[in-house]
Every structure is written in C-alpha cells, then in structure tokens.
C-alpha cells in the first residue's frame, strides 16, 4: 500500500465504446480476465442481463479511499451485499483490434 493517489488508475475506457470500465484479473487460480461497466445495477437489472456467459460481478472497495476490485459472487455472498454489483462490459460497436 503507498500513500500515492490512484487517480485515474483503475478506471479506464473502452477502445471502442469509449465507456468507462474497470479490467481486472479476478481469482487467484484460473483468473480469469473481465472488462466490467462501472455502472452499478439494481437487482431488477441484474436480472434482466444475467445469461449463462454474462456474470455479475461485485465491485469490492475496503473502504471509500480504496481502489475497486471485482470479485466473485458466490452461494456465500452476502444478499444484502452493500457494493454496487457490475456486469461484463460489452461493447455496441465491434473492436478493430482484438489483442
Ligand atoms: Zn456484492
Ligand atoms: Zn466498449
């Protein structure tokens, strides 16, 4: 942990949408890479875009002066979960590059 403030650190854009998102490796077997929205979604909304290849993702913050970091959303996650809830990120327009 360094004192330095992360501004404009985590988030980032999206080459192609030019939304904001947050990319992160998340799990420390098999992580796996995910490109997640910033915008939090209402549990009706999580709802409505929840598919089999389309997870949900808690955005955890220690505290307010934390950086955000995905993580899963497990069987023991708690219901009342105070973090914002995020889905992957995908893009209206298709990328010209694909790395
Ligand atoms: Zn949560
Ligand atoms: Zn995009």
């Known amino acids: 942990m360094t ?4 501004t404009g650190a985590v988030d980032s854009r999206c080459p192609s949408c030019a939304a904001l998102v947050l990319t992160q490796w998340v799990g420390t ?3 796996l890479k995910v490109t ?3 915008q939090p979604l209402t549990p009706a909304e999580q709802h409505a875009v929840r598919e089999p290849n389309r997870l949900i993702w ?3 913050r220690a505290s ?3 950086p955000p970091r995905l993580r899963w959303i497990t ?3 708690p ?3 105070r973090h914002p809830h995020v889905t992957e990120h995908r893009c209206t ?3 010209h590059t694909l790395f």
């Open 36 to 38: 997640a929205n910033l």
């Open 29 to 31: 077997v098999a992580a």
């Open 58 to 60: 808690c955005l955890y």
């Open 3 to 6: 004192g330095r403030r992360a």
């Open 93 to 95: 327009t298709e990328p």
């Open 79 to 81: 219901p009342g979960c």
């Open 64 to 66: 307010a002066h934390s």
């Open 75 to 77: 069987a023991s996650h």
